[in-house]
């Protein structure tokens, strides 16, 4: 099975229901339909993880479960209480999706949605724990050159700077020549995608071929996360 422009249709147009009916009510009566999206999304995941290890072999033998969410949220701690995700994500790192490490995500979600608001194709790592935040801003001291060259490198994407401090943080110096990138609290260079990219014919291809451009930028983030954890042991 290859996914088809059908296929992405059907994942992007069930989500964009759920976003008009986010009840359980709504959920359950069309609770059939999730889980053929469910599947169509795991061939999905499938075969990013199989483009992007052709050109960033980390992700290699990565599971479908160690990429993806559940789509039940957590509402505890949350002023909203719709009780399911309105959108898809599926981030491709190694050692999967809770290893600290930056990858490359896809986000597909109605106009407006919660989280990002739009389809987008996202490489990066986002609110690392302290000591990799720490790790990262070291590396910028030390190879900032190399990594706005590869931040550069990514045609058509854009560094993200919503979480981002007013001031160099406390232990840095404010002279440096990448201040501005010691400021960021996670890194994440970002393109968003209409969906005449995402339901193209070759979209995996194309996507991939995309994520291919921010190798680079994955690449440095995640040498930086690897002293991290060197220094831990």
């Known amino acids: 099975m290859v996914i088809r422009p059908a296929d992405m249709e059907e994942i992007a147009g069930f989500f964009r229901r759920l976003d008009e009916n986010n009840t359980r009510e709504w959920f359950d009566a069309h609770r059939s339909e999730w889980t053929h999206v469910k599947a169509l999304a795991a061939k999905l995941t499938e075969e990013l993880i199989e483009g992007i290890a052709a050109f960033d072999p980390t ?7 160690d990429c993806t969410y559940r789509i039940a949220r957590d509402t ?3 002023n909203d209480k719709s009780p399911y995700k309105n959108w898809l994500g599926i981030f491709v790192a190694p050692k999967g999706k809770k290893s600290g490490y930056a990858g490359y995500y896809l986000h597909i979600a109605p106009k407006g949605d919660r989280m990002i608001g739009e389809h987008m194709l996202i490489s990066g790592i986002y ?3 302290p000591l990799l935040l720490r790790s990262v801003r070291e590396e910028i001291l030390d190879n900032g050159p190399e990594l706005q060259k590869a931040i550069d490198a990514a045609k058509g994407f854009r ?3 919503d979480n981002k401090l007013k001031r160099v943080p ?3 110096p404010a002279d440096c020549e990448h201040a501005e990138l010691l400021k960021h609290k996670d890194w994440c260079v970002e393109k968003p995608i209409d969906e005449s ?3 193209a014919e070759d979209f995996v291809e194309r996507a991939v071929q995309e994520f291919r451009k ?3 930028f994955i690449e440095i983030i995640n040498r930086a996360v690897q002293y991290a954890y060197e220094e831990m042991m």
């Open 59 to 65: 992700v290699r033998g990565l599971r479908v479960q």
């Open 76 to 78: 505890r701690f949350s």
């Open 127 to 129: 609110c690392p724990e």
């Open 159 to 161: 560094l993200n700077t």
């Open 170 to 172: 406390t232990g840095f």
């Open 197 to 199: 990219f995402l339901y």
């Open 214 to 216: 921010t190798h680079g």
